[in-house]
């Protein structure tokens, strides 16, 4: 799945813990990992070492833009 709305279809708790340590919760054997792992040619996530602020405020980010995407202002052009 893509980053797009991730944060809606996505439990928040696991998804905080998968963008802060994605080595750990493949390495734990967790169901979604293990998919996503799969499904990307056995490409796995780099573990890029971020603090928890940091976690926050990209999920906080993806989320926003994901509405904005979803509901795009009325009158605006359709074009992407
Ligand atoms: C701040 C930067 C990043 C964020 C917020 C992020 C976030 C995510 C999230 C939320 C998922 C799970 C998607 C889902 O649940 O469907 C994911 C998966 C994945 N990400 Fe990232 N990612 C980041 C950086 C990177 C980088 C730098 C790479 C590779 C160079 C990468 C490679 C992957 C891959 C390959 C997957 C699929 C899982 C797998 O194949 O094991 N990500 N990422």
Redesign the pocket.
């Known amino acids: 799945?893509r980053?797009l709305n991730?944060t809606a279809t996505?439990d928040a708790a696991w998804?905080a813990r998968?963008?802060a340590t994605?080595d750990k919760v493949?390495a734990s054997g967790d169901p979604?990992?293990a998919r996503?792992?799969e499904?990307?040619k056995?490409?796995?996530?780099?573990n890029?070492s971020?603090g928890a602020d940091d976690v926050k405020a990209?999920l906080s980010y993806?989320d926003q833009q994901s509405r904005a995407t979803a509901a795009p202002v009325k009158g605006a052009s359709a074009a992407r």
């Open positions: 799945m980053t991730v996505r998804l998968y963008v994605p493949l979604i990992a996503l792992f499904k990307y056995k490409v796995p996530m780099p890029l971020l990209l993806i």
